[in-house]
C-alpha cells in the first residue's frame, strides 16, 4: 500500500500534500500577517513573544527560524541575539519567504533567508543553539524527519521550540469548533479572497498530534527534558526540547 498523509481531513500521497499546501500559500502570502491578526485578535503576536522567551536564547547565539515565513519569529529573535547573533530565515514556499525577506529589508534588517525543505535542512550537524518553528510543522508532511533535521542541527545543550495549534480544554471546543468552521472560512473568503485554505486550516489543526503526542514524538527524534506549555487554554501550545 503506498504512503499516505493528511491533507486537513483529506487521506493524500506524500508528494500530493506538498503540492497542495504549497498551493495554499501561494494564496495566503499576500494576506498572511492581516489574517493572522483578525483570526487570533493579535494574541498571535504575544505566543510568539512568549516562545521566544522560552528560549533563553542570549546575544550571541546562532538562531534558525524553520517555515519562518513572514519573520515574525526571525525578528524578535534577532533582537534577542543582537549584532553578535545570527538569525537564519528559512522557508520552503517561496512566495512566503519572499514576504518575510522583504518585510526584513524595510526594517534595514539584513538577514540570511534560505529557501528549503524543514525535512532536508541545508545546515551541518550542530551548528544553531535555537531551532524553531511557529505554526509551521502541522503543514509539514513527514513531521518526525523534519524533528530529526531540528535534533541534528542543535549544538549540545541547545533548544527547540515548537508553537503550533493544539487540543483545546473541553469546556471551549464546541465554540471553538464553531469559530473554526464558520467564522475563519469567511475570513479567508472576504479578506484573502481564499474561503478553501482557511477550511484547510481549521482542519489541519484537528488532525495534527496533540500535547502528549508531539511530545513523545520528540522524545522518539532524541529531545530531551521535553515539555509543553498550554496557552490560550490550549488553543496554541508550545513544545520545548533540548539537544543533550
Keep these: 500500500m503506498s504512503e499516505k498523509t493528511h491533507f486537513g481531513y483529506e487521506q493524500v500521497a506524500p508528494e500530493e500534500k506538498a503540492r497542495r499546501v504549497r498551493g495554499v500559500f ?4 499576500s494576506r498572511y500577517d492581516l489574517m493572522n491578526d483578525l483570526m487570533s485578535a493579535g494574541l498571535h503576536r504575544l505566543w510568539k ?6 528560549s533563553g536564547t542570549r546575544p550571541g547565539d546562532r538562531v534558525l527560524d524553520v517555515a519562518g515565513g513572514t519573520a515574525d519569529l526571525a525578528r524578535l529573535f534577532a533582537d534577542r541575539v543582537g549584532p553578535t547573533g545570527s538569525v537564519v530565515l528559512t522557508d520552503i514556499n ?29 545546515f551541518a550537524p550542530r551548528t544553531f543553539d535555537c531551532v524553531a518553528i511557529a505554526f509551521g510543522l502541522r503543514n509539514v ?13 542543535l549544538r549540545p545543550g541547545g533548544v527547540a521550540l515548537i508553537l503550533e495549534f493544539s ?19 469567511r475570513l479567508g473568503r472576504l479578506v484573502a479572497r481564499d474561503e478553501a485554505s482557511y477550511r ?21 527524534a532524541g529531545f530531551e527534558r521535553v515539555e509543553w506549555f498550554n496557552l490560550t487554554a490550549g488553543v496554541v501550545a508550545v513544545h520545548r526540547g533540548y539537544a543533550l
Design 26 to 29: 501561494d494564496s495566503v502570502a
Design 49 to 54: 513573544r512568549f516562545t521566544v522567551e522560552l
Design 94 to 122: 517561496a512566495a512566503m519567504l519572499r514576504a518575510g525577506r522583504d518585510r526584513l529589508l524595510d526594517e534595514g534588517r539584513l538577514l540570511p533567508a534560505i529557501q528549503c525543505n524543514a525535512e532536508a535542512l541545508p
Design 141 to 153: 508532511t513527514r513531521k518526525e524527519r523534519a524533528l530529526e533535521e531540528m535534533r541534528r542541527v
Design 167 to 185: 487540543k483545546v480544554a473541553p469546556p471551549l471546543r464546541a465554540a471553538y469548533d464553531w469559530y473554526s468552521f464558520n467564522v475563519l472560512p
Design 200 to 220: 484547510y486550516l481549521a482542519e489541519s489543526i484537528r488532525v495534527h498530534p496533540d500535547q502528549p503526542a508531539l511530545k513523545a514524538m520528540l522524545e522518539a
